[in-house]
């Protein structure tokens, strides 16, 4: 910092006693950074060159104080009461809980959190009130063209976010956020139904054709036609999500045992060409980390795509992107919508569909309900529920009636009934 006058920091003080000569740490700089003497009383008898030393001296003192409180200053944003600064101290700092979830999980908070930065980043924490986030939920919502559908999922998540920033915000003693969190708590906005959608198996089949066929007439690569025909055959056949067939890229930590490594990135995955022994497949799903066994030989729509594959091919990852690597999630998604429309299937239709399109398969083939719900490893029955669309719901309602009706007619029919 460089110094403006051989006797910095002086001022001077003129009372009914005379002049008094004072070095003042604010002559130096507006930010002292908590620096304990800011006001130094100097001898009121001292001469120019005296008073120049002095000065001299306690401002390198300043200094001093300065560089060392800049190399220990927090390595993270300060809050400066705007949403944004609070946002990005709820993803920097190093004791925030966005640490402690998964990368899938943060990329997802990201993205909700970098639309509260972009709308409302500039606003004071202290000066939202609860209209305010109501006017923003709707914001949030609105289409992304004009007639288009709402993005109530979107709005949602954002208000979520904003919660969680603002509860982040209290625990580090702001109270203007514990103000606000507060207030929003018996707040509740539409989140947006279940979906209702699912892939059926003759869209499963139709995907699988229409990939292999691309593959062969070249009109996309030949082993992202396999590769892609596999890995929506994997997701319908054996129930699993889609994390758990294409794995993930995270970045890189050293030493990963299995882990596939490219660049500053590392890919993990369990659905490997050598975690295949005896054509049996063994995972922990990444959701609820349940274990669950395959025998793949038992899968019709799988099985041969992964038997048709020559030796040569069966390293790695099955599921394959550019350059033999393990496939990235979007490029995932964008080539399966390619193929998808390609094969006629409509753009409500998601790869993630598959999964209630083998559930509700498994129900109208009559497959017992707790086998299902295992097969979808979940804890809770009334989530497997969700999984079952409504035709084979009605289906069961409808078995309802017809027993009953059957119950009435023998019943009816026994002798001395009225």
């Known amino acids: 910092m460089p110094l403006r006058s051989d006797r910095p920091g002086l001022k ?46 306690h401002t390198a003192r300043l200094l001093t104080w300065l560089a060392t409180e800049e190399r220990l200053a927090e390595p993270f944003p300060r809050y400066d009461g705007t949403i944004l600064s609070l946002s990005r101290l709820y993803q920097e700092h190093p004791d925030s809980p966005f640490h402690d979830v998964k990368h899938n999980t943060r990329k997802t908070y990201t993205d909700s959190l970098k639309v509260i930065e972009t709308t409302i980043g500039l606003r004071a924490v202290r000066r939202v009130t609860v209209v305010d986030v109501r006017g923003y939920y709707k914001r949030w919502r609105e289409p992304r063209v004009e007639g288009g559908t709402p993005r109530i999922k979107r709005a949602h998540d954002a208000v979520s976010n904003l919660r969680m920033i603002l509860r982040f915000g209290f625990a580090l003693g702001h109270k203007d956020c514990g103000d606000l969190y507060e207030r929003l708590a018996m707040l509740r906005f539409e989140r947006g139904g279940a979906r209702e959608q699912e892939m059926t198996f003759a869209q499963a089949t139709a995907f699988v054709r229409k990939a292999l066929e691309m593959g062969s007439t070249a009109a996309i690569p030949a082993e992202r036609a396999k590769s892609m025909a596999i890995g929506v055959a994997a997701q319908f056949d054996l129930l699993l999500r889609q994390k758990d067939i294409i794995g993930e890229w995270t970045p890189a930590v050293p030493e990963i045992p299995s882990a596939i490594y490219a660049g500053g990135e590392m890919w993990q995955g369990r659905f490997r060409w050598d975690n295949l022994p005896g054509w049996r497949l063994r995972v922990r799903t990444s959701k609820t980390r349940s274990v669950i066994e395959f025998d793949l030989t038992r899968y019709s729509l799988l099985f041969p795509l992964l038997d048709s594959l020559p030796h040569a091919e069966r390293t790695g990852a099955i599921v394959k992107g550019e350059h033999g690597l393990p496939i990235r999630e979007r490029s995932y998604r964008k080539w399966f919508r390619q193929i998808a429309r390609a094969a006629g299937i409509p753009d409500s239709v998601w790869n993630m569909d598959s999964r209630a399109g083998g559930a509700t398969e498994a129900d109208e083939a009559g497959a017992d309900f707790k086998a299902i719900q295992d097969a979808l490893t979940h804890s809770e029955g009334r989530t497997t529920m969700r999984y079952i669309r409504e035709r084979a719901a009605g289906r069961r309602v409808a078995s309802v009636a017809d027993a009953r009706s059957r119950k009435r007619a023998d019943d009816s029919s026994e002798p001395g009934t009225a």
């Open 12 to 57: 001077w003080s003129t009372r009914a006693g005379g002049r008094q000569p004072y070095w003042v740490a604010s002559q130096i700089t507006r930010d002292s950074k908590g620096y304990p003497d800011r006001t130094i009383r100097l001898p009121s008898d001292a001469d120019d060159e005296t008073l120049a030393e002095l000065c001299r001296d």
